[in-house]
């Protein structure tokens, strides 16, 4: 069975929790216990009705202010397929939480409420999407029962949306649009009756027919090690293996591959899956990986294949998102960690810093402040074995580590 | 539907990535193991994970006095079996040396002691991180909880200042005297979970089966009667056939009415159930927020 990753944008105000709980609700995948504990929350609030919001805020503090502050992870399934959403928050303030939730999504659902059609936080919700290349955004206009299901409404903001996508979309991306009624259910599981103008697909039949292709595994081969393993038992004394997870690619029993930094080179002699031997490993397993020859390797060096080999960067140019309060500067040092790697990096330049709540370019800004994203040179203390996001986004992204604190203060895609 | 292959492997992936993470950025850690079926699944995924070797941490148990005997059993088992390294505290120790009260009443149970109990093995085997098998579908405030999720040195989890998870990278990176709680199964579901344990044939104790048990009624759960459980005159023990969800203790772990036998009928009753699994867990009954704030200070 496969797993899609959707990640959610929207504020309460625009029902984002209410369609994630209608999804929920309508696949019945809550349970009575669940529900009649929604029951009691929503009539401790008050509400005349369920709100299917309280059950993604999980948090005492969300439930007291009404708002999404963290990323809550939802599961449901259908019979074809998991599905794991990560319920974000949308508020400027909580950007790097958005872009936690937004990391690990090949789908990007962007809610609208039809009467305000689009506002600031719409484009930055798309902004966030293409900077993370997804390649699948569904927008979906919201509340339509409140402007009478109007068509002309549903119209323009489809219209109004298209300027956005001309100016910060790419090539690749797919926008889909979908008028709902989350609330009552309209268009996200069942199709709606009250707006007999709409022929395309609900939210979910439009997510029960999106097809990914294994994309990954197209791209070359790359293989950082995570762990050496070598038994003590003498049964397996000259066993010598190397674990990690594929990023991207394929490799085979037999395939001539070249370990990064040393360049020594060397044939997989085996790959296990498991407790299991295969030929061929693709598509992001965990494996353990033997040599023919006994050379060095170890914990964050690197398997490609040996016509597969891949630019080892010392200066990198990146756009990051900066996650913390203290502020970053030209000159400050930070760990930064590739996949399981980390190297010392020293920031060279700060380039273009972007204004979140406009997209404008902030004049004369050559700091970064929270949740501020922009461009970013750094000097890395050894070379790193990471592609260009853009050709291969899994092997193109990493994290800024502060030392003094340990907190992960940003994470960046790289672009060259 | 055909049941052949239901388990998505991305999951198996997922779990041993993270379990090799843990052991290559770690010096000391340990699997907290309770016996239960998600302890169970991340046993047999750090076997797989390390591979021929055997697995690199011990499991650490706490024994609140109170659990089922046949989980102790299967414990002891699945110890031989696996070769595994296992340590057990006790929170009837954590008792005798005044740490804590025992909780008094007909819903008294060890359930919140044993964090104190947990906090002083970490402190005494110096463990930096712990390995659990808590899964994010269970409760909406493990909705919120990270792969990685640091705890200070009180054990406290700070959910307002939880480090970002960006993409797969895992930053496990620490000042002494804090840890880390690791939950490689996070995106697993209950039926997920069942899957795998019939996929890879994996042995659970028996009273996640149908068994003849006495129990009790209360608050509109079966409760199963045991020496640990106080209860008044009116409340008369029976006898009927029941299986547990979830394994917790006896005092705060529910049974449901089932014929289940063989895990086929489990999962088939799991599709078919209208409460959720920690709908039979007394202890997340207390309040809305009794998982939030049992697991700021220090819980599983």
């Given at each position: 069975m496969d797993i899609l990753r959707i990640t959610?944008?929207?504020?309460?105000?625009?029902?984002?929790?209410?369609?994630?709980?209608?999804?929920?609700?309508?696949?019945?995948?809550?349970?009575?216990?669940?529900?009649?504990?929604?029951?009691?929350?929503?009539?401790?609030?008050?509400?005349?009705?369920?709100?299917?919001s309280l059950l993604t805020d999980g948090l005492i503090a969300e439930r007291e202010q009404g708002i999404t502050i963290d990323v809550a992870?939802?599961?449901?399934?259908?019979?074809?397929?998991?599905y794991i959403i990560a319920d974000s928050p949308g508020h400027a303030?909580?950007?790097?939480?958005?872009?936690?939730?937004?990391?690990t999504a090949s789908v990007f659902i962007i809610l609208i409420d039809a009467r305000q059609g689009i506002t600031e936080q719409t484009r930055r919700h798309f902004y966030i999407a293409s900077l993370l290349r997804i390649k699948e955004v569904i927008v979906c206009i919201n509340k339509m029962d409140l402007v009478d299901y109007t068509e002309t409404i549903?119209?323009?903001?489809?219209?109004?949306?298209?300027?956005?996508?001309?100016?910060?979309?790419?090539?690749?991306?797919?926008?889909?649009?979908?008028?709902?009624?989350?609330?009552?259910?309209?268009?996200?599981?069942?199709?709606?009756?009250?707006?007999?103008?709409?022929?395309?697909?609900?939210?979910?039949?439009?997510?029960?027919?999106?097809?990914?292709?294994?994309?990954?595994?197209?791209?070359?081969?790359?293989?950082?090690?995570?762990?050496?393993?070598?038994?003590?038992?003498?049964?397996?004394?000259?066993?010598?293996?190397?674990?990690?997870?594929?990023?991207?690619?394929?490799?085979?029993?037999g395939d001539e591959v070249m370990v990064l930094p040393s360049q020594r080179s060397s044939k997989i002699k085996s790959i296990v899956r498991g407790e299991t031997y295969v030929k061929e490993t693709a598509g992001n397993e965990s494996v353990i990986i033997t040599l023919d020859d006994d050379i060095d390797v170890s914990r964050g060096n690197m398997l490609v294949k040996a016509t597969e080999n891949i630019d080892q960067l010392v200066t990198i140019k990146a756009t990051i998102c900066?996650?913390?309060?203290?502020?970053?500067?030209?000159?400050?040092?930070?760990?930064?960690?590739?996949?399981?790697?980390?190297?010392?990096?020293?920031?060279?330049?700060?380039?273009?810093?972007?204004?979140?709540?406009?997209?404008?370019?902030?004049?004369?800004?050559?700091?970064?402040?929270?949740?501020?994203?922009?461009?970013?040179?750094l000097k890395a203390a050894s070379p790193l074995f990471a592609d260009i996001y853009e050709h291969n986004p899994a092997n193109g992204n990493f994290i800024l580590i502060d030392e003094f604190s340990n907190n992960t203060v940003a994470v960046g895609i790289i672009k060259g | 539907m055909s049941r052949d292959k239901i388990f998505p492997e991305e999951l198996e992936h997922e779990a041993i990535y993270i379990l090799r993470e843990v052991a290559a950025q770690f010096e000391r850690p340990a699997i907290l193991f309770s016996g239960g079926k998600d302890s169970i699944s991340l046993v047999r995924l750090a076997q797989k994970a390390f591979y021929p070797s055997r697995i690199p941490f011990p499991l650490l148990h706490i024994d609140t006095?109170?659990?089922?005997?046949?989980?102790?059993?299967?414990?002891?088992?699945?110890?031989?079996?696996?070769?595994?390294?296992?340590?057990?505290?006790?929170?009837?120790?954590?008792?005798d040396d005044g740490k804590v009260q025992e909780e008094t009443g007909k819903y008294a149970s060890r359930n919140?002691?044993?964090?104190?109990?947990?906090?002083?093995?970490?402190?005494?085997?110096?463990?930096?991180?712990?390995?659990?098998?808590?899964r994010r579908d269970e409760?909406?405030?493990?909705?919120?909880?990270?792969?990685?999720?640091?705890?200070?040195?009180?054990?406290?989890?700070?959910v307002k200042k939880q480090r970002p998870e960006l993409f797969n990278i895992l930053n496990g990176k620490i000042n002494p005297g804090e840890h880390v709680r690791v939950f490689p199964i996070s995106n697993w579901t209950e039926l997920d979970v069942w899957n795998y344990i019939r996929e890879e044939e994996l042995d659970i104790p028996s009273i996640y089966f149908a068994h003849q048990r006495k129990i009790i009624e209360r608050d509109g759960l079966y409760w199963p009667h045991s020496d640990y459980l106080n209860i008044s005159a009116d409340e008369i023990p029976f006898t009927e056939t029941v299986r547990f969800r979830t394994v917790g203790d006896m005092t705060c772990t529910a049974a449901v009415l089932s014929q289940a036998d063989k895990i086929d009928n489990i999962i088939d009753e799991i599709l078919a159930a209208t409460i959720s699994e920690r709908g039979a867990r007394i202890d997340d009954k207390r309040s809305e927020a009794a998982m939030e704030k049992r697991k700021k200070e220090g819980y599983f």
């Open positions: 959610t944008a929207g504020s309460v105000d625009d029902g984002k929790s209410t369609l994630i709980g209608r999804l929920l609700y309508d696949t019945n995948s809550i349970t009575k216990d669940k529900l009649e504990a929604l029951e009691a929350a929503s009539k401790r609030k008050g509400l005349n009705f369920t709100d299917l992870y939802i599961y449901f399934s259908t019979p074809s397929r998991k303030e909580y950007t790097r939480n958005m872009i936690t939730g937004a990391s549903y119209d323009k903001v489809q219209n109004d949306f298209q300027d956005i996508i001309d100016k910060i979309g790419f090539d690749e991306q797919q926008v889909h649009f979908i008028p709902v009624a989350a609330k009552d259910g309209d268009n996200v599981v069942y199709p709606s009756q009250a707006m007999e103008w709409y022929n395309g697909p609900s939210l979910l039949e439009y997510l029960e027919a999106l097809s990914f292709e294994k994309e990954t595994a197209q791209l070359p081969a790359r293989f950082p090690v995570q762990y050496v393993i070598r038994p003590q038992e003498d049964k397996y004394h000259d066993f010598r293996g190397y674990a990690g997870r594929l990023v991207s690619g394929s490799l085979k029993e900066w996650m913390t309060d203290a502020i970053l500067t030209t000159g400050k040092m930070y760990l930064l960690q590739h996949g399981i790697n980390r190297i010392k990096v020293k920031v060279t330049a700060v380039g273009a810093v972007l204004d979140i709540r406009t997209l404008e370019t902030a004049q004369g800004k050559h700091r970064f402040e929270l949740n501020d994203i922009g461009e970013i040179t | 006095g109170h659990n089922f005997p046949e989980t102790i059993e299967f414990r002891d088992w699945l110890v031989k079996e696996t070769g595994a390294e296992l340590i057990v505290r006790y929170v009837q120790d954590t008792i919140i002691l044993q964090t104190v109990t947990l906090l002083d093995a970490i402190e005494e085997f110096k463990f930096d991180a712990c390995i659990g098998g808590a409760e909406k405030a493990r909705a919120k909880e990270r792969i990685f999720s640091v705890r200070d040195e009180f054990g406290q989890w700070n």
